[in-house]
C-alpha cells in the first residue's frame, strides 16, 4: 500500500515533468505571438489565474515600450487599464528590481497601497515575474486566483521557471523579428494599438499615417470593405494633437437620409417628430476631436453639400436653427467606392470630393498583406476565446498555412469571423488546437473531389490547386518558373504547395 506522502509526491513529479515538457514544446514555435500565446496560456492554467498579461519590451535608447504583448480574460479596455500598472504600479516594480513580486493582496500590501492603479483597481493576489536579467527583457503579470486563494512560494518557482524558459526563446525570435519587420521604424514613432502586423504593405501604409497625423487636416482613407479603414483613422486620431480629444464614427450608409442630417448636425426641439427635445449631432460630440464619416460615398448630394459647407466654412446648422454653430472637427471620410467615378457619373459632389481628399491613404487589402496573415490569426484567436470565455486554443501549423493559402475577398474581417468561428467549433469538440476541418468545414483542400458541393471560395481553392499542381508538372516541379509564371513570390507558392498537400509524382 502507497502511503498518502508518497502519492503527493508521485503527483507533483508527474506535474513537474508535464509542466517541463510543456515549458520545452514552447521552443517548436517559429513567431513571437503564437509563443507569447501558448506561454501566458501555459501560465493562467497551471497558476490558476484568472487574469494574466505578457509583455516583451524594446529597448529605445533611454526609453524602454512594449514591443509584444499578450492578454488572457482582459477586454481592450482592461488591457490598457493594466498597461497603466506596467508603467507605474506593480509591474514597475518588478522591472526595476528584477526581483519576483508576489503579493496576497497588493490593496494591503504597504508597498503598492499608495499607488493610485492599485486603488483605483482594487489589486488582490498579484504574481509578477520579470524575464530575463540585466535589464529584464519582459514580464508575467498574473492577477487573482479562484477561490480567493493567493500565490504560493511554489507558484513563485513555478513562474521563475517559466521566465527563465521564455527569455532565450523570446530574445531568439526578436531578432528574427526585428531583422524582417518592415513596419519597425514606425511602431518606435507611433502608438499603434492592436495594430497587428510587419508587412511591407503595411509598412507603407504606416510611413503614410506619420506623416498625416500631426496635420490637422482631412484625410480621406480608401480600400476594400474589411481591410480596417475604421482602424487606421483610429491611429491617425491618436497620434495626432488631437488624440486627447473625442473620436466619433458615423456610418453613412447605416441611416436613412430623412435621418442622417440631424444625427450629423443635431436637431432643436420640434424640428422633426421625434426630436421632442435637443439633439445633439455628431458633429457637436466631436468638438475639437476626430469625426470618422464611414462609407461617406453613400451620401445623398443634399447631404453632400451640407458637408461641404462644413468643411469651407467650419460652422454649421442644426436642424431647426438659425444661428450656425462653430465646428472644431478633423474630419477623415472612409469609402470603399471609386469615387472618382462616382463624380464622373454625377453621384459625388467634384468639390467636395477635392475637399476630402486632401491627403488621400489606400488602405491594402489582405491579399497585398499574406505575410500577415498568421500573426493576424493568432491575434483573433486569442480575442475570440477571451471574448467568450472559451478554453484556450491555438492554431496548429496546418491550419495556419492553409489560412495563408485561402483567399479572402472580405480582408481582415472576414478572416477574423472565420478564426472566431473556428474557435467556438474546436472549443465545443473539446479540441486544443484549430485545424483545417474547424477553419473550413464547407470544403477541403483536395485537388480532386468531384462529388463534392462546393462554395465560392471551396471552387475558387480548388481551381488554385489544379493551376498550381499544372505549373508544378509543367515546369518540372521548378518553382522559380513556376513563381515568375503564375506571378507569385517563391516563399508563397512553397506555402501553397504545403497547404493543398501537393507533393511530385
Known amino acids: 500500500m502507497i502511503e498518502p506522502s508518497a502519492t503527493f509526491l508521485f503527483d507533483q513529479i508527474r506535474r513537474e515533468r508535464d509542466l517541463y515538457r510543456r515549458l520545452l514544446a514552447l521552443g517548436a514555435q517559429t513567431e513571437i505571438r503564437p509563443l507569447l500565446a501558448e506561454a501566458l496560456g501555459l501560465m493562467v492554467e497551471v497558476l490558476g489565474a484568472r487574469l494574466g498579461y505578457l509583455e516583451l519590451l524594446d529597448d529605445q535608447g533611454t526609453e524602454r515600450h512594449a514591443r509584444w504583448s499578450m492578454a488572457h480574460g482582459l477586454t481592450a479596455e482592461e488591457i490598457d487599464d493594466v498597461r497603466d500598472v506596467v508603467s507605474r504600479g506593480i509591474v514597475a516594480e518588478a522591472l526595476a528590481t528584477g526581483q519576483t513580486i508576489v503579493t496576497p493582496s497588493a490593496l494591503l500590501d504597504s508597498r503598492f497601497e499608495a499607488r493610485e492603479s492599485v486603488r483605483l ?92 497625423a500631426p496635420l490637422d487636416v482631412s484625410v480621406l482613407l480608401t480600400g476594400q470593405s474589411g481591410t480596417g479603414k475604421t482602424q ?36 432643436l426641439p420640434g424640428a422633426h417628430s421625434t426630436a421632442t427635445r435637443r439633439i445633439l449631432g455628431k458633429v457637436a460630440a466631436a468638438d475639437r476631436g476626430t469625426l470618422l464619416l464611414d462609407e461617406v460615398g453613400d451620401l445623398s448630394l443634399p447631404v453632400q453639400a451640407k458637408l461641404l459647407h462644413l468643411l469651407q466654412s467650419k460652422q454649421y446648422y442644426p436642424l431647426g436653427a438659425t444661428t450656425p454653430i462653430g465646428a472644431d472637427i478633423r474630419l477623415i471620410a472612409a469609402t470603399n467606392v471609386d469615387l472618382e467615378a462616382a463624380v464622373a457619373d454625377r453621384r459625388f459632389r467634384e468639390d467636395l470630393f477635392y475637399r476630402l481628399q486632401v491627403l488621400p491613404l489606400r488602405v491594402p487589402t489582405l491579399a497585398e498583406r499574406r505575410q500577415d496573415i498568421a500573426e493576424l490569426a493568432t491575434y483573433f484567436c486569442v480575442q475570440a476565446c477571451d471574448n467568450h470565455a472559451l478554453p484556450r486554443v491555438t492554431l496548429s501549423r496546418e491550419a495556419v498555412r492553409a489560412l495563408e493559402a485561402a483567399e479572402w475577398p472580405g480582408n481582415v474581417r472576414q478572416l477574423a469571423h472565420a478564426i472566431e468561428a473556428a474557435a467556438i467549433r474546436a472549443a465545443g469538440e473539446g479540441l486544443a488546437r484549430i485545424e483545417r476541418a474547424q477553419l473550413f468545414p464547407e470544403s477541403r483542400f483536395e485537388v480532386e473531389d468531384a462529388g463534392e458541393a462546393l462554395t465560392f471560395q471551396g471552387a475558387t481553392r480548388r481551381f488554385h490547386a489544379r493551376l498550381l499542381s499544372q505549373a508544378l508538372e509543367d515546369s518540372g516541379w521548378n518553382v522559380m518558373e513556376v513563381a515568375r509564371r503564375l506571378d507569385l513570390a517563391r516563399s508563397h507558392v512553397y506555402t501553397l504547395i504545403r497547404a493543398f498537400g501537393l507533393s511530385r509524382r
Open 121 to 212: 483597481r482594487r489589486i488582490e493576489a498579484v504574481l509578477c515575474a520579470p524575464i530575463g536579467q540585466d535589464p529584464p527583457v519582459g514580464v508575467l503579470y498574473l492577477q487573482g486566483r479562484s477561490g480567493a486563494l493567493p500565490f504560493s512560494d511554489e507558484d513563485r518557482d513555478i513562474a521563475e521557471l517559466f521566465a527563465r524558459q521564455l527569455a532565450p526563446l523570446a530574445h531568439r525570435l526578436l531578432v528574427r523579428e526585428q531583422s524582417s519587420d518592415s513596419t519597425r521604424p514606425a511602431r518606435t514613432a507611433l502608438r499603434l494599438d492592436h495594430v497587428i502586423g510587419r508587412s511591407e504593405a503595411l509598412a507603407v501604409l504606416l510611413r503614410e499615417v506619420a506623416l498625416i
Open 232 to 267: 487606421i483613422a483610429r491611429v491617425i486620431h491618436d497620434n495626432s494633437p488631437r488624440a486627447s480629444q473625442p473620436f466619433i464614427e458615423l456610418n453613412c450608409a447605416a441611416l436613412p437620409e430623412a435621418l442622417f442630417e440631424s444625427e450629423l448636425f443635431g436637431a
